[in-house]
Structures are given as structure tokens and as C-alpha cells.
């Protein structure tokens, strides 16, 4: 996949997101979705080393639809402009952790991994442990690898106020008021343009692997082992 051809195509997608644009460029975006599909499936492959439990999945069953559902959206338009793909065991709809792929164009192309949408016994199991053993998270985002690829650390929406029984002086307040739990690593338009096919292929897949250790501590600690 030529990852600056597909920005120019979803460049242009946000700036004529109608469907007789998108009818007169379907072309265009088949080739480009089967380009991406590839990529997908290369991806895929590499993390089933790293992680058996995703060599179930069908790597276009990992990839999202592009029609955006507006039945309850305030926005209309009826496409996205990004590709994206998850990487998940039992899918996209897996309630385990997973990896996460974004192409898009205007910034918004990155590499997420964790728990988007935790449950509430998974908040709870995970809360427990930062509280009871904080030391697990610490060194995995105190590790090099982590610190370049995810250097904001620990991301995703918080509460306002600390979650009932935890005590506002807690050390690990900060961790402790998070809602989803998330590492995230973007890539600027201009630093995706720069890069070879080849080279942005390897660059996320790097960040994915990087999300290993995290997936598996999330893993662990929402299930309370």
C-alpha cells in the first residue's frame, strides 16, 4: 500500500464526502482497499508470532467499513476518512484487549492498543491492580520502547473525580480515574508522505508489536489474576 496515495484519496473524500463523489471514485477506492486489506493481512500474520490467540482471525474481518452508520449521528456525511483495522482474539468485537490501526488523512493516522470500552468488571479488576500493584504499569511504560513510540503514556478518557473507594491522595490517582486504558502512537501527514510503502508497513507494525506487553498486562489484570 502507498500510504501518501491513500491520503490523497481520503483527502479528498473529506472535502467532497457525498455519495456521487464516492460513486465516480469507487474504483479508486477498491484498489486502495484491497491495497490496504494486503498490508492488513501482513500485519496480521507478524502479531500471530507475538500474540497464538489471533490466528483465528480473517484479516478483512479485522478491517472496518468505511460507510459511517448516521441512523443517531448528528453528522451526516456518509463516509469516514480513515481506514482502520483491529486486531483482537474473537474479533472486533472481542471485549480483550486489541491493537488498533488508523490511516487518515489531516493527522489522523495512529496506532492505538488496549481497552477502548472496558466493562465494568474489567474497570474494576484493573483499578485493583494499579492499586494494589502499581509497579506492573510503571516499568512497562518506563520501558524505552515504550517511552518513544507512546510518549504521552498512559491514554484515554478519565473521570472527574476519583472512582468510589479510592481516596483522592491515592499515588495513583491519575491511572486510577481513567475510563478506557490506552497507548497511542500518531504519525503526522507529513511524516506518513515521507515514508516508503515499505517503510510505513514496517513503522506500524513496530508500534503494534510494541503494544504486546501492555495488551498482556491489561489482560491479566482485568480478569483479577
Known sequence: ??????????????????????????????????????????????????????????????????????????????????????????????EAPGRYVQIGANGQTLVAGGLYEPTKEQLAAIRQEIDYAPEGLHALLAAPTARQLFPQGLAGEQLK??????????????WLRHKQFLLMHTLPDAEVRRLTPEAFRAHILAALLALGPFGQWLGEASQGS
Not at 473525580?161 to 491519575?174: D, I, L, Q, R
Open 1 to 94: 500500500m502507498n500510504p501518501a496515495t491513500l491520503l490523497d484519496f481520503l483527502h479528498d473524500l473529506a472535502l467532497h464526502n457525498d455519495r456521487e463523489w464516492f460513486q465516480d471514485h469507487k474504483a479508486t477506492y477498491d484498489r486502495l482497499r484491497t491495497d490496504f486489506e494486503q498490508d492488513v493481512a501482513y500485519w496480521l500474520r507478524e502479531l500471530v508470532q507475538d500474540e497464538p490467540a489471533l490466528a483465528s482471525l480473517d484479516p478483512k474481518k479485522c478491517i472496518f467499513r468505511i460507510y459511517r452508520d448516521v441512523r443517531f449521528s448528528k453528522i451526516k456525511v456518509p463516509y469516514k476518512t480513515h481506514f482502520s483495522a483491529y486486531f483482537a482474539p474473537g474479533g472486533k468485537h472481542s
Open 161 to 174: 473525580k476519583m472512582p468510589p473507594g479510592y481516596e483522592a491522595t491515592h499515588s495513583e490517582a491519575n
